[in-house]
């Protein structure tokens, strides 16, 4: 049973007046135009400072200058969203995240646990699955380790704000059941992540683990009733991939190292895993934030 506990209803609230359908729909397109408007122009000024291909191939992101563009156009959602916000529903940006001491406290404690469960698990799966190579100078990786913090905390707060914040508030505002509310934005979190390309034989399988992921997320929302903690797991999470341990091909310019393998060669074997790691670090949550 998803309930609906006190601390989830005072984190919609501020969504109870403008909860019409309309407005979360056009308010979703609006952030969306506004994303592809930045990511676009982001891109075109990537092709005149020579960082991007001019023949319409893709976008290298293996190098650090690339992957920096592509991150920094996560921005236009935030932007959008402040707009819709301040304009189509008429309330602050910060309703998004909740209240901000529990907030910040929950960021923290879920970056905490989960730098110590996934750094953990890096060690085991490098002894499971061929260890890893070098990529970057770990001087280097240092040297831009606040760089990347920044850019993913916009590239993930973008993320959270839309799905756990924006999508959630307004539907949970508009809807009682939490199919609608709880189940259906983990599932479009999950599936815009579909690349066939780049995941292969394994697409299915990533993507649930991604629509768990946004599950779990959208569950600590519910019961904190802040944004915290989903954002903090969320973070720490890409903040390890992009800087010290990623995938063979996979964004890795800033990244320390990389896995001996490839996408194409992932398995079922390589999958399995990060829903056992998702689930534990889920249960440890809820039970260090004592809900």
């Not at 802040?226 to 999470?237: C, K, L, S, T, Y």
Request: with cysteine; proline share 4%.
């Amino acid at each position: 049973m998803i309930t609906r506990p006190p601390e989830f209803d005072a984190y919609v609230t501020p969504a109870k007046d403008t909860a019409q359908l309309w407005r979360t729909l056009f308010g979703t397109v609006l952030t969306i135009a506004t994303l592809l408007a930045v990511a676009l122009s982001l891109e075109l000024t990537g092709i005149w400072a020579g960082l991007f291909p001019t023949d319409g191939s893709d976008v290298d992101l293996n190098s650090r200058a690339a992957l920096t563009v592509e991150l920094l156009g996560f921005g236009g959602a935030i932007i959008g969203l402040w707009g819709v916000l301040c304009f189509v529903h008429n309330r602050d940006f910060s309703s998004l995240i909740g209240p901000k001491g529990p907030a910040k406290r929950h960021f923290i404690i879920a970056a905490g646990v989960v730098f110590v469960v996934n750094g953990t698990w890096a060690l085991v799966s490098a002894a499971l699955f061929g260890g890893f190579i070098a990529n970057n100078p770990l001087g280097t990786v240092l040297l831009f380790l606040s760089v990347g913090a920044i850019l993913l905390l916009i590239q993930t707060g973008a993320e959270e704000f839309l799905f756990r914040g924006y999508l959630m508030q307004q539907l949970a505002a508009r809807f009682k059941s939490p199919v609608i509310w709880f189940i259906l934005p983990s599932v479009i979190f999950g599936v815009i992540h579909y690349d066939l390309a780049s995941m292969g034989a394994m697409v299915w399988p990533i993507i649930g683990a991604l629509t768990l992921s946004g599950l779990v997320w959208a569950d600590l929302v519910r019961v904190t009733g802040n944004i915290g903690a989903a954002w903090g797991w969320h973070f720490m999470n890409n903040f390890l991939l992009l800087n010290f341990a990623t995938m063979q091909g996979s964004m890795t310019g800033f990244a320390w190292k990389v896995t001996a393998f490839g996408p194409d060669e992932l398995t079922i074997w390589h999958v399995v895993p990060e829903y056992v790691l998702t689930l534990s670090i889920w249960a440890i949550l809820r039970r260090v934030l004592r809900t």
